[in-house]
């Protein structure tokens, strides 16, 4: 059993900045891949930015986002700058996982809110 911790999103203005992170926890496991997807009231839920030997972004984001990983905290990182009230959403935490029986697995994190102003 894979845990992700996501941390921390909030309130900001439009044009500001903010940073998430998502630590994966348990036994027994590789990651093949992390990411962040979002979900907006009445919208589905869409990929954000991915990374695994390569980070791929939804077109929205580009340029404005930046993924990151830190392989020995097990961790991903996300920093977003020039924020847009669009981009207010639950952003969740997934990972692409290989556990000891070779089974893929993906898992998610609880969310964390990003609320934009304008």
């Known amino acids: 059993q894979v845990q992700l911790v996501e941390s921390g999103g909030g309130l900001v203005q439009a044009g500001g900045s903010l940073s998430l992170s998502c630590a994966a926890s348990?036994?027994?496991?590789?990651?093949?891949?992390m990411g962040w997807y979002r979900q907006a009231p009445g919208k589905q839920r869409e990929l954000v930015a991915l990374i695994s030997d390569t980070t791929n972004y939804a077109d929205s984001v580009k340029g404005r986002f930046t993924i990151s990983r830190d392989n020995a905290k097990n961790t991903v990182y996300l920093q977003m700058s020039s924020l847009k009230p669009e981009d207010t959403a639950v952003y969740l935490c997934n990972a692409d996982v290989r556990n000891i029986g070779g089974l893929r697995i993906r898992y998610w994190g609880q969310g964390t809110q990003v609320t934009v102003s304008s």
């Open positions: 348990g036994s027994g496991f590789s990651i093949n891949g």
